[in-house]
């Protein structure tokens, strides 16, 4: 089973880890390291070996770790920003332009597999949107005329292969769905038999800049190269990007149906947060995978809530037997609702990144792989512009940036306590966390089913902010920019670099 960024279980793991075949050289300088092993680091090192790059791909923990692991793995040619506001904010043309964008990436998919047949579990299907109320109905509307000015097919009809009930619903033709670990793994595999080095267990810590060089520390020895890119889902350290960006959990179920009856298709509601759907045959078994009740990172009390809203909307409208999975994974959202790809604000113009997908990672993280690749060998792309991190937003998407950036909390935690000085910690029940407040001070604290206690600094290393305990994920998640930190305080997503400091607790 691969590992991943949360205490539950994906659908996706249940997949032999991967196992990379090379060791590396520290006197071989590549073309480009790619940082991150995800459906964007897998994608992007393939498409710059095939065009003759010595790519390297350092993965701090295993492929798919992070939310390429977790996704409900929706292959789309429309997108959580509407191409009605696609249009208004940044005109027709750039909005018909993303969809040739989104058709190009489904199409590079489809050829992925087939030229490196990978055995997936891909199939098209048709996509439905259903508006459940009038308001959404006026909603759908809109979306229905902006898809079909942007050049992609969107018609009512008169019936839905899902039992939710609807005032109108649309049907989008061509759509996409398969198993995402195994497909990462098929490109891993591609990746390598080109000439491409995979690195796992290499997390990637600092770039250092000799003239057209790039030094990188990593976890295993120094990594030399030309370009690197950054495809960790948000870069690591502290960058503009980050404040441009807002981090989201979102939650997924895998359902056994007692009818058997399986939508042979993609659905999505009109509600806020939305709900989708979609099945999937995994070993044999057919499972209903539904996903909503999203929220900001760190900004829900209890983590336990979405997972109950989210069974008891499915428990609405579908014949459960059984929920035999659920998990949650993040995303970012971009200040004005398209993804940040190209070259890394405030970096050398030869570090690049790609972030702040939305709910849509597997489309973009295969566009991303086409205007990267582009960018770095030819320096131009089609989608350069439309795409580019350092562009000038919509002057209303600044009261977004405020909000989204607004506190940043400060605390001080000295290295070492006594445990009776500590309140509430004798109280701690196992499998419980919480924060303390002492004077001058906090302390994270956990304590596992073994009666182990975990204590650290809750100061988010990235830029300073308190972080909130994720019961559900067993994290503890940062609400300013995402990061989150294991129990122990380890690394599981960035943009952190540096774990929580461990606070020793004496007198136990």
Not at 44 to 73: I, N, P, R
Not at 477 to 497: M, Y
Request: with cysteine.
């Amino acid at each position: 089973m691969i590992a991943r960024d949360g205490a539950n279980t994906s659908l996706w793991q249940d997949t032999a880890a991967f196992q990379p075949g090379q060791q590396v050289s520290t006197d071989t300088v590549f073309d480009v390291l790619v940082v991150g092993g995800g459906i964007t680091g897998l994608s992007t090192a393939l498409a710059l070996q095939q065009q003759g790059k010595k790519c390297v791909l350092a993965e701090a923990w295993t492929l798919g770790f992070g939310t390429s692991g977790g996704t409900t793995a929706h292959l789309n040619n429309f997108f959580d920003e509407p191409y009605y506001r696609v249009s208004k904010h940044f005109g027709p043309d750039n909005a018909r332009l993303l969809a040739t964008a989104a058709k190009e990436a489904l199409t590079a998919m489809e050829r992925n597999i087939s030229d490196y047949q990978i055995s997936c579990g891909y199939s098209r299907r048709p996509a439905y949107l259903f508006a459940t109320d009038a308001a959404q109905a006026e909603e759908l509307e809109r979306m229905s005329e902006g898809t079909q000015d942007a050049g992609v097919d969107m018609a009512y009809i008169n019936e839905s292969p899902f039992p939710i009930p609807y005032q109108r619903i649309a049907q989008l033709p061509g759509q996409g769905q398969f198993h995402p670990t195994q497909y990462l793994h098929g490109l891993a595999r591609a990746f390598e038999s080109l000439g491409g080095l995979i690195l796992e267990q290499c997390a990637v810590h600092e770039l250092e800049h000799r003239g057209q060089q790039i030094n990188a520390s990593t976890d295993r020895g120094i990594l030399k190269a030309l370009y690197a890119v950054y495809a960790t889902h948000i870069p690591p350290g502290v960058n503009l990007v980050h404040f441009r960006c807002a981090p989201y959990r979102s939650y997924v179920m895998a359902f056994r149906l007692r009818s058997g009856n399986y939508p042979q298709a993609l659905g999505y509601d009109l509600a806020d947060p939305y709900h989708y759907y979609r099945t999937q045959e995994v070993n044999g078994q057919q499972y209903l995978i539904a996903g909503g009740a999203d929220h900001k990172t760190a900004h829900e009390d209890n983590t336990e809530r979405p997972f109950r809203e989210l069974e008891a909307c499915v428990r609405q409208y579908f014949d459960v037997a059984s929920v035999d999975y659920r998990w949650s994974s993040q995303y970012y959202e971009s200040v004005d609702g398209l993804p940040f790809i190209g070259q890394l604000p405030g970096n050398p113009a030869n570090v690049f990144t790609a972030t702040a997908f939305g709910g849509n990672g597997m489309i973009y993280g295969t566009i991303a792989a086409r205007v990267l690749s582009e960018l770095i060998t030819t320096g131009e792309s089609a989608y350069k512009t439309l795409f580019e991190p350092a562009r000038i937003k919509p002057a209303a998407a600044f009261h977004n940036f405020v909000s989204e950036n607004a506190a940043v909390i400060k605390s001080f935690v000295a290295g070492k306590f006594a445990a009776e000085s500590i309140p509430g910690l004798a109280s701690l029940a196992a499998g419980e966390a919480k924060l303390v407040r002492m004077e001058h001070s906090r302390i994270a604290l956990f304590k596992d089913e073994a009666h182990r206690l975990y204590a650290v600094n809750p100061t988010c290393t990235h830029v300073q902010c308190t972080v909130a305990w994720n019961q559900a994920e067993r994290s503890w998640d940062c609400p300013c920019h995402g990061a989150r930190f294991s129990p122990e305080g380890k690394v599981l997503n960035g943009p952190a670099r540096k774990p929580l400091e461990p606070v020793q607790i004496t007198g136990l």
